[in-house]
């Protein structure tokens, strides 16, 4: 790979250890994908933020780029973290836990990198515009940025998103390059889409039936009449964790779309596979449900202000987890929509999530308008899960 002569000084050390490790992560993933170059990026996310996930080496390494002068370049926000930076103790987490995890994120702010942990950066001002080169590493981002805002990313790992974020640059192949953002199959959707949930059940079959299929797949689209940017996150939750999806098309829907004709190669999905995808994600029964999560990924301002509106004056019965980045709760606080979560006795969990907090073994079954909240809370919590459309979720909650 071709490097510039600041990108070389960064090699042989003269920025310090961390930019230097960094440039050597970014040479090695370079050299195996064959780039040819490095380019700016001018926004990044990083993932490896919850201790659960992390543990002890991931937090030395983190430790070890801050004390070695790694600073952030450009623009760089996190990934969930496993708990509530504020409100941690409310939600069952331990101390030992809440240290380690308060750790991490000193790590990350000594680099310069701003702790608002969200998988929804681009809902708190972490917004790419169109075609911009970008190094996130979230998955559900990484398909909304390169799907819905027509930026460019690969789909970053922790250690290469840091490197990212140290030096400004990325290995220039995958995503960042036109050749890979064609389609490559047609889907036609037969079956009209409305909830989170129905996005996220379709997201199911349509990633499931790519991962079968193998190698790399962009699906373009038709048939979907409208999608919210709710209803496109979760649908892009949803591709990025049953057919490991990074870009996909939308007809009349994505900015890129019309630089495409549809492919030769199609592929119908009707209600019946959508329903049956709904079914499978759905074997807890309500008795069963002792817990409601909404916000995976993160919950935008106008789904708080819904849930609010739902839950006036009511009480749940149930533990009820409403995740979303902080800067949300933030409008949420100056709303007065959380002191009516509150009262209804909610929680917040800003800042994490039903899946990177450590709650495994806390609850019998979940209910979630989320797809990929499903599979976690199935695969990684053993829950069983109930998907609902989003103002069930929060009827459930009330018993
Ligand atoms: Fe976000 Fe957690 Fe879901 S990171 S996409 S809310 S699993």
């Known amino acids: 790979m071709q490097l510039t002569k600041e990108a070389q000084a960064m090699l042989d050390g003269t920025q310090g250890r961390a930019t230097q490790k960094a440039m050597e992560i970014l040479a090695t993933l370079g050299a195996i994908y064959g780039a040819e170059r490095l380019i700016p990026v001018t926004s990044v996310q990083v993932a490896g933020v919850s201790y659960a996930n992390l543990g002890e080496a991931g937090l ?16 760089t926000t996190l990934n969930p973290a496993g708990m509530d930076i504020e409100n941690w103790k409310n939600l069952g987490i331990e101390a030992d836990f809440a240290e380690n995890q308060r750790r991490v994120l000193e790590a990350y702010e000594r680099m310069n990198i701003i702790a608002a942990a969200t998988c929804t950066p681009y809902l708190i001002g972490n917004t790419p515009h169109f075609g911009e080169h970008i190094a996130w590493a979230e998955s559900s981002a990484v398909c909304y940025a390169n799907s819905v805002l027509g930026a460019r990313s690969n789909r970053e790992g922790g250690p290469s998103a840091l490197a990212a974020s140290l030096t400004g640059l990325t290995p220039e192949y995958g995503y960042h390059l036109d050749a890979y953002r064609q389609p490559t199959l047609g889907i036609h959707v037969e079956s009209g889409l409305g909830e989170n949930a129905d996005f996220g059940a379709f997201g199911k079959v349509l990633g499931e039936r790519l991962e079968k299929s193998g190698g790399r797949r962009v699906p373009y689209i038709q048939g979907i009449a409208s999608a919210s940017v709710e209803n496109l996150k979760s649908l892009c939750a949803s591709l990025a964790t049953y057919g490991g999806v990074t870009l996909f098309h939308i ?22 596979d959508i329903q049956k995808a709904r079914e499978s994600m759905s074997d807890a029964d309500s008795t069963e449900i002792d817990f409601v999560s909404l916000g995976c990924p993160h919950l935008s301002i106008k789904e708080i202000a819904r849930i609010a509106e739902l839950l006036e004056g009511k009480q749940v019965v149930k533990e009820f987890w409403i995740t979303t980045a902080r800067p949300t709760k933030a409008i949420a606080d100056r709303m007065g929509y959380t002191a009516v979560i509150e009262a209804a006795g909610a929680r917040f969990a800003a800042d994490t999530c039903c899946v990177v907090a450590p709650i495994a073994g806390r609850f019998r079954a979940l209910a979630t308008d989320s797809a990929k909240a499903c599979y976690y809370a199935s695969a990684k919590n053993k829950f069983k899960t109930a998907l609902l459309p989003f103002d069930e979720a929060v009827r459930q909650a009330l018993g």
């Open 251 to 272: 007809a009349g829907i994505t900015p890129e779309a019309s630089r495409f004709v549809p492919p030769d190669e199609q592929m119908v999905i009707e209600e019946e």
């Open 60 to 75: 030395a390494f983190l430790s070890e780029m801050a004390e070695g002068g790694g600073r952030a370049r450009v623009l």
